[in-house]
């Protein structure tokens, strides 16, 4: 019997020091913009349950990697 490798894991919001106190708002708005465009595509699409959900792990880890790689350098050891 082979086993899949899970690509459901999703990324974590790793903001730095001078970010953290927005931590709860631009988790609670990527959370809505993941939900707006899967339903989206859900609906224009007629997705899987599968298709579904992989759009949604898809572009929560894809935002959540910009958002970390954006606010990276704009730390106070960094200026």
Do not use: H
């Not at 899949?4 to 020091?17: G, M």
């Not at 595509?41 to 959900?53: F, T």
């Amino acid at each position: 019997m082979s086993t899949c490798k899970s690509n459901d894991a999703l990324e974590d919001l790793d903001l730095p020091r001078e970010f953290e106190d927005l931590e709860a708002f631009i988790r609670s708005d990527l959370k809505a913009i993941v939900k707006a465009v899967a339903n989206r595509g859900n609906e224009r699409l007629l997705l899987s349950r599968r298709e579904y959900r992989a759009l949604q792990v898809a572009l929560w880890n894809r935002l959540t990697l910009a958002i970390n790689e954006t606010l990276e350098p704009l730390t106070a050891e960094n200026r």
